[in-house]
């Protein structure tokens, strides 16, 4: 009977070492006027390159069942602002991380009554129609929007999720080796599961909103927009909210953090601004 428990209490520290060596410091972006300098943790398991082929998979995946509904650009003047807005601030990517100005962006307007949006892993962008006809944002507060996501990309923070997620699922699965039973980290499933399902952490969300400002300043909108955006988010669908709050979680001092860092880069709008 004690066997078992003497035999856990030698291989979890061998397992702690081995999941603790496959990770590594890492600095994704430039900090920006914004000042985001967190250092993140990626999992040796899962790479950059790995993730970005499997997240564009899934994209044509996605992309080819929307174009058999009809669901893909159906309204070729809504795809066209948002590609439009999506370019310029993407021109503004290299502030953040040169090689990202490289990536092979895509985006598209997916026909949804979901009030979302996302970016992929290697700038795989998707807006649903359910954002611009029920929050009816701006221009600038669909950069917002869109800059929130883009940073999101910049940052790898689906990267980092999912390391976090392939690291417990590979304790799992040592722990599983010893007990007999049969536990699987599978690459695909893990990025679903992050994507559109699992809620982004408090300093992930920080960070895109803060990126995301910095990012429409540049590109000429007007960084206060972000303010508006997520009260018009906040107030959308009653008392249960938008689909894009149940992975972008929301508190009180998210409109401060915003006004804030909207205020810093402001210089930055106005001068970007003037024709």
């Not at 893990?190 to 910095?214: K, W, Y």
């Not at 009180?252 to 880069?265: H, K, Y």
Request: glycine share 8%.
């Amino acid at each position: 009977m004690k066997l078992f428990p003497r035999m856990l209490r030698r291989i979890l520290p061998m397992a702690l070492a081995v999941l603790l060596g496959a990770c590594a410091q890492v600095q994704t972006t430039q900090s920006g006027l914004v000042g985001v300098d967190r250092t993140q943790y990626m999992s040796s398991l899962v790479s950059e390159a790995e993730l970005e082929r499997e997240a564009s998979s899934q994209y044509q995946a996605l992309l080819a069942e929307a174009r058999a509904k009809k669901a893909l650009d159906a309204d070729a003047g809504q795809a066209r602002r948002v590609q439009a807005i999506t370019r310029r601030l993407i021109q503004q990517a290299g502030v953040f991380r040169q090689d990202a100005l490289h990536w092979n962006w895509e985006t598209h307007v997916l026909s949804s009554g979901e009030v979302n949006a996302w970016c992929m892993p290697g700038g795989k962008i998707a807006v649903y129609t359910g954002l611009l006809e029920k929050i009816k944002p701006t221009d600038a507060e669909l950069a917002a929007v869109l800059g929130h996501e883009i940073a999101h990309a910049l940052r790898e923070h689906a990267r980092e999720q999912v390391s976090r997620q392939m690291a417990a699922q590979m304790g799992i699965s040592i722990l599983a080796a010893v007990t007999g039973s049969q536990a699987t980290a599978d690459l695909g499933s893990t990025l679903s599961q992050v994507m559109f399902t699992l809620p982004n952490s408090r300093s992930n969300e920080t960070e895109a909103d803060r990126i995301g400002v910095e990012l429409a300043a540049r590109a000429g909108y007007d960084p206060r927009a972000a303010v508006t955006l997520w009260q018009k988010m906040a107030r959308a669908g009653g008392g249960g909210g938008p689909e894009f709050l149940s992975t972008h979680p929301s508190s009180g001092s998210r409109i401060a953090d915003l006004e804030r860092v909207s205020a810093t880069v402001l210089p930055v709008y106005q001068k970007a601004a003037k024709p």
